[in-house]
């Protein structure tokens, strides 16, 4: 049975390309662009791994990871944004990312740190 990522991405563009890219690698994929109760459907999907925007419409992306971390879910998440400042980067790590990727970004990168992750949390 192969391990679920859940993706949390506003561009539908991106979220179709990573969605095959992920299935491609032999994941299964649950995607969003919806916001509400991300953190429920997180753990109501099993996910391994959360790929999350932080540029998000409702809530931003720090919002999420924290939700997921105050309700006690260890998942691994790996925050894609075109945020770049060092400041977002080290607020990303301190609320919980597991990971942080600028975009624009490499696939074959993001797939070795979703590998690595996966890895590294089994």
Do not use: W
């Amino acid at each position: 049975m192969p391990h679920t990522i859940f993706l949390v991405e506003d561009d539908p563009a991106l979220r179709g390309e990573l969605r095959t890219l992920l299935e491609r690698y032999g994941y299964a994929c649950a995607a969003t662009d919806d916001y509400e109760d991300v953190a429920g459907q997180v753990c109501r999907s099993g996910a391994r791994l959360v790929l999350l925007d932080l540029n998000l419409p409702r809530y931003d992306g720090y919002h999420v990871c924290r939700a997921l971390r105050e309700q006690g879910d260890n998942v691994p998440v790996i925050i894609l944004t075109a945020r770049e400042e060092e400041d977002d980067k080290v607020r990303g790590l301190e609320i919980g990312a597991d990971d942080y990727i600028t975009k624009p970004f490499s696939m074959r990168e993001l797939m070795a740190r979703v590998k690595a992750t996966i890895r590294r949390t089994a």
